[in-house]
């Protein structure tokens, strides 16, 4: 399975841009890129994915690198709602591929 | 609005009862998958489906088995439940590999 790398935590000011980086460097042609987020006492919900290009939604931004190796993504303006553990996740396209493999994740703290 | 239901928020049974928990999706998703969430190692996935009668392996299936019969409905089994086996359990569905995937609220186990 391909691996994600992400740091352990980030900390960053409300109202400020939060990038999170990821490393995919064993990622496959097909793999899509996903980015979930964990509030606490919570299930993981959905943030931002994409294949090549880069991914602009309500939510986030999510910049992929041209070679794939990594990514990033961006909370433009960060609140103290966005407080969370980010996973950035390698999903498969092929039967068997589907799966969804979560790492460590990274823990944002946004201070007031 | 769409729906991922876990039968249970918390649950409390004794070593070595046959314990099911419950996964309904109302999203005719293809995909569905079981994780368990352990404070300091994240969310492990334990078995996923891509479809009805299918099943595959995540990474700690040991000790549980699954069933889907329709493809609404995912369940996971601990035959024999042990205490190592408390913890906090996620369902998630998804219509295909590379779409996002919808997460319950989950079923806090705890073994005794």
């Known amino acids: 399975d391909a691996k994600t790398t992400q740091p352990n935590s980030m900390e960053s000011n409300e109202e400020e841009p939060v990038h999170l980086p990821c490393n995919h460097s064993?990622?496959?042609?097909?793999?899509?890129i996903h980015w979930y987020r964990q509030l606490p006492s919570q299930g993981p919900e959905y943030v931002i994915h994409?294949?090549?290009s880069n991914v602009n939604n309500r939510m986030a931004s999510l910049a992929i690198a041209e070679d794939r190796k990594s990514s990033t993504l961006i909370l433009h303006r960060a609140t103290l709602r966005d407080a969370a553990v980010y996973y950035c996740?390698?999903?498969?396209?092929?039967?068997?591929?589907?799966?969804?493999?979560f790492g460590q994740g990274t823990r944002l703290t946004i201070n007031p | 609005d769409v729906k991922v239901t876990q039968s249970s928020r918390y649950l409390v049974k004794r070593t070595g009862e046959k314990v099911f928990l419950e996964c309904v999706q109302d999203?005719?998703?293809?995909?569905m998958f079981w994780y368990r969430q352990d404070p300091g190692l994240g969310l492990r996935l334990i078995y996923f489906?891509?479809?009805?009668?299918?099943?595959e392996k995540g990474d700690i299936p040991e000790g549980y088995s699954v069933s889907r019969e329709k493809k609404e409905r995912f369940s996971l089994i601990l035959e024999s439940a042990s205490t190592n086996q408390t913890s906090m359990y996620l369902c998630?569905?998804?219509?295909?590999?590379?779409?996002?995937?919808?997460f319950g609220q989950g079923t806090r186990l705890t073994v005794v």
């Open positions: 998630a569905s998804s219509l295909w590999a590379g779409s996002e995937a919808f």
């Open positions: 064993t990622i496959s042609g097909t793999d899509y």
């Open positions: 996740i390698l999903s498969g396209k092929g039967q068997g591929a589907q799966k969804l493999v």
């Open positions: 489906s891509y479809d009805v009668k299918m099943k």
């Open positions: 999203m005719d998703h293809e995909n």
């Open positions: 994409g294949l090549t």
